[in-house]
Every structure is written in structure tokens, then in C-alpha cells.
């Protein structure tokens, strides 16, 4: 009987930054009620899905040796969940070329996860639709329905409900990349040690920065830009605040802590000033690496052929 290979299927999954990262207090299930708004950036995970005998993680690119390959990363967890959901084993090879910074405050894993999802979706021809996806996600990580969602967002609970914004044009990031990265669970500790300690400031509602998505202007939108997150990132790496001075002094309209960190995002006013904020940061000496790259773009999706070569 003549059988039919499915090819690879190949799925690219968007980084992310955190416009505004509000932060509440310590829930009892450990996690912190959030309030914040994501947007999708060009910096991606490209992953590679084809079937094999046994279920097996391979990692290239970005950061690779520091990524596991066994049931530790999210993917496997997510090819687990997806096979048992689908009632079948889950006998896939995934091969991932990471952009995105490995624990560098960009949701690179949930990143991973959500490919990892879409891509079984398509290569087990299972129907899932995108709320269905979508539950899987939030199951496996905080920010993995997010980087399913992609574009622009508001994100509420444990950061997995999300609302979609209006954002009008393309907006321009240059990424400063740390040398060690920051796990995310210590950044959220530090700031309930620093919040038992004193009161450092809390972010209001983003109401005005949403506007500001909607005006599509990147001018009224940087002093707007905050996360809660960054006094316990810059707290657990104090040479984070050279790294931001370096970023606005090289003409950017501002910077803050991506996330939990340590990966600080610099908003420049065209894709020109990204280009030369980024070249004068490469040469300051403030962080390992230095990317540029625009948002919003659409959450993980399956690339055709063409595309992927
Ligand atoms: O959801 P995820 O597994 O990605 O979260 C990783 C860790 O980040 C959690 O175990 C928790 O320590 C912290 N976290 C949190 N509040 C959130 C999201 C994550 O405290 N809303």
C-alpha cells in the first residue's frame, strides 16, 4: 500500500515586549495578577515539525546550548498535551532556530510552545480551532496565548486573557541583548521583596497609552511605556541602567526592561533611527548583542513553502 509523507511544516512565532506591565500582588497560587498590553515583534523562532519514531527536541541558533531538549521545554510539554488531547502518540521531531534571546524577558519559550501548537494542529490535520488552541496555551505558560494571538493586546489574569487594541502603524524597536539571562520567577520575587521593603511605584492604567496605539504615534506613546517588572530587574542587574541611558543617549525616543528582563527595548521614531541607535549601541559596550525589529506582526503561523525557501 502506497503511504504518503506528510512534509515538515514549518511555523515561524513572534517575540514579544510588554508596552505596559502592570504588576498586582502575590495571588495564592503563586502567580501575580497582571494588567498589561503586548505587542508582537519581528524577532522570531522559526520551528520545523516533521514526523519521526519518537518525540525529539532540537535546538539551533540564539542561546541553543542553554535550551533543553528534553521534557523540560515547553514544546515537548506542549506535543505531550496536544498528542493526548488528539488521542494519538506524539511521534514528531521539532527543530527550533531560536532569534528570539533565551530568559531574556521576549516570551521566546511560550513562543516556541505556540508554534509547536499550531504547527501539530497542521501536521496532524486535527481542526483545532484557534480558542481551542488557545485553552491549550494558557495551560502551558502565562504568555503562550499571546504569542498565539500575536499583533497588539491587553492581557489581564495571569497575563493569558486577552482583548485586542487597536494599534494604527508600524512601530520601531531596537533590542539590546544581555549576556546572562534573568529567570522570570526571581524577577517577580524581587519585586515582592522590594514591595515588603518600601512602595516602590506602581504603574496606573493604560488607558492613555492605548490611545496613543490607536493615534499611532510613536512620539506620544514613549513616555507613556512602563513596566513594573524593571525595578526588580535593575535591582538583580544594576548594569541594566547603563544599557537604558546608552539606548535614549543614542537617540532613541525611550527604553525600558522588556518583560522580566534582562533584554532592554529601545521605541526610535522610524526604522532609520532604529538602524542608527542600534549601530551606535553595538559600539558602547552596554550589552552582548543588539537587534532592531518592528511590531506589530501576527502570532505564530504556519509559513508556506515559498516563504521558508
Ligand atoms: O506562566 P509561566 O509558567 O510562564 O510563569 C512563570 C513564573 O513567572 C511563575 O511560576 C511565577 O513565578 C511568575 N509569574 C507570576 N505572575 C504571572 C506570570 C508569571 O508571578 N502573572
Known amino acids: 500500500m502506497l ?58 541558533g540564539e542561546g541553543a546550548a542553554q535550551v533543553p531538549t528534553d521534557r523540560a521545554n515547553l514544546v515537548w510539554k506542549a506535543a505531550v498535551r496536544l498528542a493526548h488531547l488528539a488521542g494519538r502518540a506524539p511521534l514528531v521531531e521539532i527543530a527550533i532556530a531560536k532569534g528570539i534571546p533565551v530568559a531574556g524577558g521576549m516570551a521566546g519559550g511560550s513562543a516556541d510552545a505556540a508554534a509547536a501548537l499550531v504547527g501539530l494542529n497542521e501536521l496532524w490535520d486535527l481542526g483545532m480551532g484557534r480558542d481551542e488552541l488557545s485553552e491549550v496555551a494558557a495551560e502551558l505558560g502565562s504568555d503562550v496565548p499571546f504569542a498565539l494571538h500575536g499583533g497588539t493586546a491587553l492581557g489581564t489574569g495571569r497575563g493569558e486573557r486577552l482583548l485586542p487594541v487597536l494599534s494604527r502603524n508600524t512601530f520601531h524597536w531596537v533590542l539590546a541583548l544581555a549576556k546572562d539571562g534573568l529567570s522570570t520567577p526571581s524577577v517577580f520575587r524581587e519585586l515582592d521583596r522590594l514591595r515588603a521593603e518600601g512602595e516602590p511605584p506602581r504603574l496606573g492604567d493604560p488607558q492613555k497609552l492605548m490611545q496613543a496605539l490607536a493615534a499611532g504615534d510613536p512620539r506620544t506613546l514613549a513616555p507613556l511605556l512602563g513596566n513594573d517588572l524593571q525595578a526588580a530587574a535593575l535591582s538583580l542587574k544594576p548594569e541594566l541602567r547603563r544599557t537604558l541611558r546608552a539606548g535614549v543617549g543614542a537617540g532613541a525616543l525611550a527604553g525600558l526592561v522588556s518583560g522580566s528582563g534582562p533584554t532592554c527595548a529601545f521605541l526610535c521614531e522610524t526604522e532609520e533611527a532604529a538602524i542608527t541607535v542600534a549601530a551606535e549601541l553595538a559600539g558602547a559596550g552596554v550589552c552582548r548583542s543588539v537587534r532592531t525589529a518592528s511590531g506589530p506582526v501576527p502570532g505564530a503561523r504556519v509559513l508556506d513553502a515559498e516563504t521558508h525557501g
Open 3 to 60: 503511504s504518503v509523507v506528510p512534509s515538515p511544516v514549518v511555523v515561524r512565532a513572534p517575540s514579544k515586549v510588554n508596552l505596559h506591565l502592570g504588576v498586582g500582588d502575590l495571588r495564592p497560587d503563586g502567580y501575580h495578577d497582571l494588567t498589561t498590553v503586548f505587542q508582537a515583534l519581528s524577532l522570531a523562532d522559526d520551528l520545523e515539525l516533521a514526523p519521526s519514531a519518537s518525540l525529539t527536541v532540537r535546538v539551533t
